[in-house]
C-alpha cells in the first residue's frame, strides 16, 4: 500500500549530469553503449609482437592513441598498459619475461594465455547492465562513465524533513526533572538519509509546541520544500496529540491510519495536495523511540522505493535461533541480531518501545505473524534497519533462507 503511494505520486525522470546522480535512481536500464572493452587492450607492459623471435622494434604503442598495425612477421612494437594492441599482432610478451640483443631486437617466450583485454570481454554493445530501479552509487557512476554516458535518466532523490512533536523533550544535556532527552531528532534523519532521501534544510525542526496551530504552522512550512514529513510523537487521541487534528485542517487523506503491529501500532501515513499539483506525505512516528523505527521500516521504506523509482523491498529469512515471543492478535516486530556464519537470527535484550539499547545490538526485526510464537528454527522474514547509500545487502530474499558462509576452497 505504502510502496504503491508512493510509485504512484514519484516524479517524472530527469536526465542528470552522470556526477551529480550518486544517491538517484536508475528511470532505464544501463545498456553499453560499445562493447566493454571497445578494443583490445595491453594488459600488461611489454612489447606486441608478430611472428616467432627475434623481433625488429618498429615503433611504440602508447595509451590515448591508435598505433599503425604489425604487417610483417618478426616486428614487434613497445607497449603499455592500456594502450591499444596494434592489428597484425599475435601476442603480447610481458617486458620483464623479455631480453634485447646487441642489435635491439627483442627475444622471450610469450605466456600462452593473451595478455590483452579482448573486445567485449566484460560486455557486448546493447547488453543491459542494471535494471530500472537501481540506485546509483559510485560503482554505478563509474560503469556508466566506462560505457560512454555523460548524463543518465534518473529519478532523483526525495527531499525529508522532521517534525518533532513534544513539550517534554529537551534537545540537549541530561534528562530529568520530568524531562526526557530527544533521542529521534538526531537519529531520523540519518535512517532517512539511509534509505536515500536528501535532507530538507532545516533536517530538523522542534520540539514543537504542544499546540494544534503550532503543529499546523510546522507541517506547512516543511511540506513547502519537502516530498516527505516524518514527525514523531502525537499520533494517538491524548489531550496534546494534535497530528490527526492537524493533518485534519491541511486537507490530508490517510494512506495508513494505525498498523496491528507491536511495538509501533499508532503509526499513519497521509498524502498532502499541494498547489503545484503533486502530492507531498507525512508519516507519523510514534514517540516511542523503538516504535517510531518500527514505523520507519514499515511504512517510510516502502513508500520511499515508490517514490524513488525502485523495487519494492524485499526481506530476507533467517532461521531463529532462540524463541521470541507472540503478540497475540497483533505482528510482532522483535529486534533481533543476525549471524552472518549460521544465518540465524537471535533477539537482542532491552527491547521495550521506549528503549535504544537493544535497537543499537540489532540488525532489523524479525516478523512473527499474528497468534504465533517464534520457535528455535523457524524460518522467518526480517525487516532490516537500513544500510549506508551504496551498501549492498548480503541476505537472500524472502523465501530463500540463509545459508552458512563457506570457507573457499
Do not use: K
Not at 517524472?12 to 532505464?28: I, N
Not at 513534544?166 to 531528532?185: F, I, K, S, W, Y
Not at 532545516?202 to 514529513?229: E, F, K, N, Q, W
Not at 487523506?253 to 503533486?278: H, Q, W
Amino acid at each position: 500500500m505504502c510502496f504503491a503511494a508512493g510509485r504512484a505520486a514519484r516524479r517524472p525522470a530527469a536526465q542528470v549530469p552522470l556526477p551529480q546522480t550518486d544517491g538517484c535512481t536508475l528511470a532505464a536500464p544501463l545498456t553499453t553503449l560499445t562493447d566493454l572493452p571497445a578494443f583490445a587492450t595491453a594488459s600488461v607492459d611489454g612489447w606486441a609482437v608478430r611472428g616467432v623471435p627475434p623481433w625488429r622494434v618498429v615503433g611504440q604503442a602508447l595509451a590515448g592513441g591508435v598505433p599503425p598495425a604489425l604487417t610483417e612477421d618478426g616486428t614487434a612494437m613497445q607497449i603499455a598498459t592500456g594502450a591499444m594492441v596494434p592489428a597484425g599482432a599475435t601476442s603480447v610478451l610481458r617486458i620483464e619475461e623479455s631480453s634485447r640483443d646487441t642489435d635491439g631486437r627483442v627475444s622471450g617466450a610469450p605466456r600462452p594465455q593473451p595478455e590483452w583485454r579482448v573486445p567485449g570481454e566484460e560486455a557486448t554493445v546493447g547488453e543491459e547492465l542494471l535494471p530500472a530501479g537501481t540506485p546509483v552509487d559510485p560503482g554505478v557512476i563509474g560503469l556508466a562513465a566506462s560505457c560512454g554516458y555523460d548524463s543518465l535518466p534518473v529519478h532523483r532523490q526525495i527531499r525529508a524533513a522532521l517534525l518533532v512533536f513534544g513539550d517534554e523533550l529537551l534537545t540537549a544535556g541530561r534528562p530529568g526533572a520530568g524531562r526526557v532527552r530527544d533521542a529521534l531528532g538526531p537519529a531520523v534523519p540519518a535512517w532517512l538519509h539511509r534509505y536515500g532521501c536528501e535532507l530538507s534544510p532545516p533536517a530538523v525542526t522542534g520540539p514543537i509546541a504542544d499546540t494544534l496551530d503550532a503543529h499546523v504552522d510546522g507541517l506547512r512550512t516543511a511540506l513547502a520544500d519537502a516530498d516527505l514529513v516524518c514527525t514523531t510523537g502525537g499520533t494517538m487521541h491524548g489531550p496534546v496529540d494534535h497530528l490527526h487534528p492537524a493533518l485534519r485542517e491541511l486537507g490530508a487523506e490517510y494512506v495508513v491510519n494505525t498498523v496491528a503491529v507491536r511495538p509501533g501500532f499508532p503509526m499513519l501515513l497521509a498524502r498532502v495536495g499541494a498547489s503545484d499539483g503533486r502530492q507531498r506525505f507525512v508519516a507519523g512516528l510514534p514517540g516511542n523511540p523503538q516504535s517510531a523505527i518500527v514505523a520507519l521500516v514499515s511504512l517510510v521504506a516502502p513508500l520511499v522505493a515508490g517514490l524513488q523509482g525502485r523495487q519494492a523491498p524485499t526481506l530476507p529469512r533467517h532461521r531463529l535461533g532462540a524463541p521470541v515471543p507472540g503478540r497475540g492478535d497483533f505482528t510482532h516486530l522483535a529486534l533481533v541480531r543476525t549471524d552472518p556464519l549460521t544465518g540465524t537470527a537471535h533477539p537482542v535484550p532491552y527491547t521495550g518501545s521506549a528503549m535504544l539499547r537493544g535497537l543499537a545490538a540489532a540488525a532489523g526485526f524479525a516478523v512473527i505473524p499474528p497468534g504465533a510464537t517464534g520457535v528455535p528454527g523457524d524460518e522467518v522474514c526480517v525487516v532490516p534497519l537500513p544500510l549506508l547509500p551504496g551498501e549492498r545487502p548480503s541476505a537472500q530474499l524472502c523465501g530463500q533462507p540463509q545459508r552458512p558462509a563457506r570457507e573457499p576452497r
